[in-house]
């Protein structure tokens, strides 16, 4: 496919190129990406792109369905297994989507939602103002406790006994802690509310038994399908029985026409990959590397939110550093090191420069790395917080990133090719 992209377009060809190398010679720790498989990268890129196909399984409004039919009713099949739910909706075209699909699916316009906050570690979808979520829904937020950084789910609750909401998000982007699902479902029963979790971050770590799942305490659970899970960009939802009809309307006609089909493809690809002793091993892994490089960073005397972590993310307080997260984040670019500035909870500064920097482990794990390199960048970091302003030993930095990098190449295939 790429020969026919470079004979075609070569300057897009040629792009494409640069972006493989660039990927390849980087140390990426934005807890967002991964590297898929090439099983998955195929199934993306299959002939599965040229198929329209929309309404479900069985019921679609164009013809020619006799083999999509099948691969989602297959994606469908596998993603209730791993996850261990009645019923999964796998056309939602990103999380976002899925996350809008599931508060329609319960609730109407103006009804009140409580999320976690975005300063605090939620994602626009969890009732944002500039989201839409937080326009079209009455939106209030909590947050996490200004001395533990943790979550108090006492505050938790007795903010919803006062507001009574009908929708209780759980989930976060920038939370670096295990999360009490069963909580959030008692909170959300005791005040007459859904609950809705998104574990989009975390859900390859849910689905090795690394996280506890929500799924036996939530309404609807809704995911992206990349991330920890390591597949395709794209989104996911998971409910109780009683709720699927409702779910299904809201993504389709709700929200959504046609389904990406090549998408749902290499998601069927990349849950079959889930659901391996290997994916199994990665996700642990996962875990023992975040671990290290927090607690390499503390010994280098970063400050990071609640103190250490528990998943895959760190969120580091660049305040006792005096250096703004932007700065850093640009710094370790040239470093060949890509992380992403974020903001922290009760975060003075504004949130295009803010005082935080996130980071995550999946990327790195996918290449075999381990605890002994997951510390060595966090000495990388800490050499380039050091120095900050000094390009020469950027450079060097750089340089050796790339040795590193060298030693640990992107794998094409994540389990056994002949995997029966």
């Known amino acids: 496919m790429l020969t026919a992209l470079e004979q ?14 660039r990927q390849s010679a980087c140390v990426r720790l934005i807890p967002s990406e991964n590297y898929v498989s090439r099983a998955v990268m195929l199934a993306s890129g299959s002939c599965l792109t040229n198929k329209y196909a929309e309404g479900y399984p069985g019921k679609r409004y164009y013809e020619g369905q006799q083999i999509t039919d099948l691969i989602e009713t297959v994606a469908r099949q596998r993603a209730k297994k791993i996850f261990k739910a009645d019923h999964a909706n796998v056309q939602p075209y990103s999380g976002s989507v899925a996350n809008l699909a599931a508060y329609l699916a319960l ?16 994602h626009l979808t969890h009732g944002w103002k500039v989201s839409l979520t937080g326009k079209i829904f009455n939106s209030m937020q909590y947050g996490v406790s200004a001395e533990t950084g943790r979550f108090d789910y006492d505050q938790i609750r007795d903010l919803a006994k006062k507001n009574k909401p009908k929708i209780i998000i759980s989930g976060c982007t920038a939370y670096p802690r295990e999360i009490n699902f069963e909580i959030f479902g008692d909170i959300a029963k005791e005040v007459g509310a859904y609950h809705v979790s998104d574990i989009a971050h975390i859900s390859g770590l ?8 929500p799924v036996p305490y939530a309404d609807i659970v809704s995911t992206t399908t990349h991330k920890t899970l390591r597949g395709p960009r794209g989104g996911m939802l998971l409910c109780k029985a009683e709720h699927a009809d409702k779910v299904d309307k809201a993504v389709f006609p709700g929200i959504q026409g046609g389904p990406h089909m090549h998408t749902i493809t290499a998601i069927a690809v990349a849950l079959a990959e889930a659901d391996t002793p290997e994916f199994v091993a ?17 010994e280098c005397g970063f400050n990071l939110a609640s103190g250490g972590t528990d998943n895959h993310l760190i969120l580091i307080d660049l305040r006792n550093k005096n250096i703004p997260g932007k700065k850093l984040a640009k710094a370790l670019d040239r470093a060949r090191i890509e992380t992403n500035y974020n903001t922290i909870p009760n975060d003075p500064a504004p949130p295009a420069n803010p005082s935080g920097l996130r980071l995550g482990t999946p990327a790195i794990t996918t290449r075999g790395m381990k605890e002994e390199q997951a510390r060595q960048i966090a000495e990388f970091i800490n050499k380039v917080a050091e120095n900050v302003d000094n390009e ?12 590193m990098c060298s030693q640990f190449p992107v794998p094409e295939h994540f389990i ?4 029966k």
């Open 282 to 298: 990665y996700a642990k892994q996962i875990v023992k590397n975040a671990k290290a490089m927090a607690e390499k960073l503390l």
């Open 206 to 213: 849910v689905v090795a038994g690394i996280h506890k799942s």
């Open 8 to 21: 075609y377009d070569p300057q897009i060809y040629e792009l494409v190129r640069q972006e493989g190398a």
């Open 416 to 419: 056994i090719p002949n995997k």
């Open 107 to 122: 609730i109407k316009p103006g009804d009140t939602i409580m999320g976690l906050a975005l300063p605090h570690g939620g």
């Open 392 to 403: 020469s030993v950027i450079e060097q930095v750089a340089k050796d990133v790339l040795l």
